[in-house]
């Protein structure tokens, strides 16, 4: 398959102003007629006077030009394209084809999912609905007919406003839409089917009341407050932080349950995996419902970044998908507790993108090229991305930042444009000059800072020594030196934060009133020193606060500076990353000298931050227990496996394992006490409290009860199971399972299974609750796991048709269950090849997902290099592999 490249990109020779379009709707085949507007575009130099026009499975049945049939010597049309010879400068065409939804099984355009019809768009999905310029810089303004039977498709959507119904003598109905705002043809949506509604309405600041609609399969009305309530928030939320307004007389929103990626922004019409809308405390864990949150907001805010906005090229995907994953983080932030938001999201830049960066599918944030872009809907892209936008936020400060994007939507409203004018306005509004930043942009890799120090007491000065370098990536030998914003501060004997005066400075900057004093540093050379001035004796450095930027940073810390900073840092983000430090070191240590003692001074730090959880569950003023969840969570498995040049796969497993059993026994006492303060189930059954405060108080509570599971006894079986009985809310009853799960059967006997029966037997027709179902038994850590795996692939409730269903199996054994996928003996590998070439036909953007795995087979010890290698050549040499999965596959062996 060709290699697509960012150098080569050239404006489209024809623009299409007006699409109408018209379709017959129905599951077997549907008509598609669009008469399109097209003209010369002024802007591009002139071709050979042939229009191409995308489509992929289309059969063409009609095909006119300026209201003449073209005889079959006048166009050509092959597996790609429709190519019209010799058209004029400004013409009208005309296309029929007719398409096929319910054989349609890769879910990209038009295609079946349950009893109802839906679209996918993004990236390249329009061309299987009709002919037509499908590049994100033809922008165009639709009209759409829908015509389809009112007993089978009653609701008919598209985008825009709604133009009228109508019944036709037929007896089918009629809809039309009509979207005032020129959009690229992947923001196209159209949705029919016997829905459900769930109706609010929003007044927007300058006083239009917006009705706001989400549709869902009947049966799922009960599930939408959350959606809901988030989607107010973040249209309040963008008027009042970046002054943008909501823009078309309706806003809606349909929940589906075959949906490839999380959510779609088409505009007026996000359409989005079910996952992401559907929730009840009953049925939904407390991360589910942040991150419907997180995605409702994150697609509601795309309707500036990224619609009214939009890409020249999909190299610059992440101008919209950097900004607006960074826009949803902070409107997280802002619903909940930012110290927490910003660990979770940190966390997973850590443990997806650093891995990412660091093998085979390295890229940059804006690539140089792809062969199919929907292999880069990625951590690199999303939120390395997000980080890119956070610094440029950081170093211009909010109002000079709200200025930048202020001047970005003024310039740039109705446009196609590139990541580099987004940076042109943070300059042009910041005043400064980021011509060395943007090499953020163009460099893949993750950054390492080596610092080093020195105090000199009788001068009274401490410098600080930062050495910049980004290891070498696929296609990229050398890294250029990048500018990077460095938070420090220096902390006293006692913890609290010094004032900071570099030398040449005639005054120091104080700490605040909350006691806080950072200095934002700025690093460019490849080596930088800053020498602080006036110290009276050697301080503690608090380093890379808030994680200022996307590096590695390597700084020779004891573990007493790591326990005294996790007791003192005024930086809530540092606190907790300098407890990670503490464990990943021990961990690693553990792994490497199979050494499986736990040091005291460690159990002592453990003991002593769960001192200082708060006495009373119902005081939020005390130390956060959400945070204080998050600090007592050890780094994962695949983390300590992105600190280690050989991955030890059992010696992770079992050091962690070690390591917690340890802290379960020694603190038991302590753990149980906390455990009983934060268990009031009669407080949550009456009323069950979504609040922050209270999920941060659930997730301290299943934090505890996670250690006390791995040193279980009777006691520990029976609260356990009390919790697994009793809780009125799927946070708890996962946690209890989990726990039960997990623990000997010497120990619990047949609780885990018992559990897990009845789990099912409650929810059998609950299809997201069953995701959680099977995916907690192919996250076990049981030898026998892969035959249960296996086992489960017979159950009549798994489909390889529903992509939800294949990540809950497949996709958490492959990449949540490094222990039973990296099994010796290679079963695992074999298994995840076999689905992969089950799937590929089917749906190549979920076959290439699920290979990820696989992809950092270097990484691992000869043997499983070997047994990893085998099954990606084996791969590879299949005929017809889809391009998703060729690329994936040639680049990991590459
Ligand atoms: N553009 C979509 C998003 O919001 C792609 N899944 O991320
Ligand atoms: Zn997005």
Known sequence: PPVIRREDYRPAEFLIDQADLRFELDAGQTLVEAELSLRRNPAAPRGDGDLHLDGEQLELLDLTLDGRRLPPAEYRVDEHALVVRRVPDRFRLRTRVQIHPSA??????????????????????????????????????????????????????????????????????????????????????????????????????????????????????????????????????????????????????????HFNMGAMENKGLNVFNDKFVLARPDTATDADFAHIEGVVAHEYFHNWTGNRITC????????????????????????????????????????????????????????????????????????????????????????????????????????????????????????????????????????????????????????????????????????????????????????????????????????????????????????????????????????????????????????????????????????WDAAQTLAQRLLLRMVEEEALSVPDSFVEAFRQALKEAPVDASADTQADPALLAEVLTLPSEGYLADQMDCVDVDGIHRARETLAATLGALLREDLLAVYERHWQPGAEAGDYDLSPAAAGRRALRNCVLGYLGQAPDAGIVALAQRQFDTANNMTDVIAALRVLLEMPVDVAGDAGERALAAFYRRWSQEQLVLDKWFALQAQSSRPDTLARVKGLMKHPQFSLANPNRVRALIGAFASGNPLRFHAEDGAGYGFLADRILELDPLNPQIAARLLHPMTRWRRYDPGRQALMQRQLERILEVDGLSSDVYEVVSRSLG
Request: glycine share 8%; aromatic share 10%.
């Open 104 to 257: 349609n099984t890769a879910l990209e355009g038009l295609y079946v999912s349950g009893d109802m019809l839906c679209t996918q768009c993004e990236a390249e999905g329009f061309r299987r609905i009709t002919y037509f310029l499908d590049r994100p810089d033809v922008m165009s303004r639709y009209r759409v007919t829908l015509v389809a039977d009112p007993a089978r498709y009653p609701v008919l959507l598209s985008n825009g406003n709604p133009a009228g119904t109508e019944e036709l003598a037929d007896g089918r109905r009629l809809a039309r839409w009509d979207d005032p705002f020129p959009k690229p043809s992947y923001l196209f949506a159209v949705v029919a089917g016997d829905l459900a509604l769930v109706e609010d309405r929003f007044v927007t600041a300058s006083g239009r009341e917006i009705p706001l609609r989400i549709f869902v399969e009947p049966g799922n009305r009960d599930k939408c407050d959350h959606a809901m309530r988030s989607l107010k928030a973040a249209m309040r939320w963008d008027e009042t932080r970046y002054g943008r307004e909501y823009d078309l007389d309706l806003f809606m929103i349909v929940a589906v349950s």
């Open 312 to 575: 020249r090229d999909w190299f610059q995907l992440s101008l919209k998908e950097g900004f607006t994953v960074y826009r949803d983080q902070e409107f997280s932030a802002d619903q909940g507790s930012r110290g927490v938001k910003r660990i979770e999201d940190v966390r997973l830049l850590r443990s997806r993108q650093f891995p990412e960066d660091a093998g085979p599918m390295a890229h940059p944030v804006r690539p140089d090229s792809y062969i199919e872009i929907n292999n880069f809907y990625t951590a690199t892209v999303y939120e390395k991305g997000a980080e890119l936008v956070r610094m440029q936020a950081g170093l211009l400060g909010p109002e000079r930042f709200r200025k930048g994007t202020d001047l970005y939507f003024e310039r740039f409203d109705g446009q196609a444009v590139t990541t580099d004018d987004f940076v042109a306005c943070m300059e042009q509004a910041g005043g400064l000059d980021l011509t060395q930043f943007r090499r953020w942009y163009a460099q893949a890799g993750t950054p390492v800072l080596e610092c080093a120090d020195h105090y000199d007491a009788d001068a009274g000065t401490y410098t600080l020594e930062i050495r910049q370098h980004t290891p070498a990536t696929p296609g990229q030998a050398d890294k250029q030196p990048l500018h990077i914003p460095f938070a420090v501060g220096l902390l006293d004997a006692q913890g609290r934060d010094l004032p900071l005066r570099l030398a040449g400075e005639s005054a120091a900057s104080e700490p605040t009133a909350a006691g806080v004093c950072t200095r934002m540093l700025e690093l460019r050379a490849p080596v930088e020193r800053f020498t602080f001035v006036g110290l009276a004796a050697r301080p503690v450095p608090s380093l890379l606060r808030g994680f200022s930027a996307p590096v590695r940073l390597r700084y020779p810390y004891s573990d007493a500076d790591l326990t005294f900073l996790m007791a003192h840092d005024s930086d809530g983000f540092n606190r």
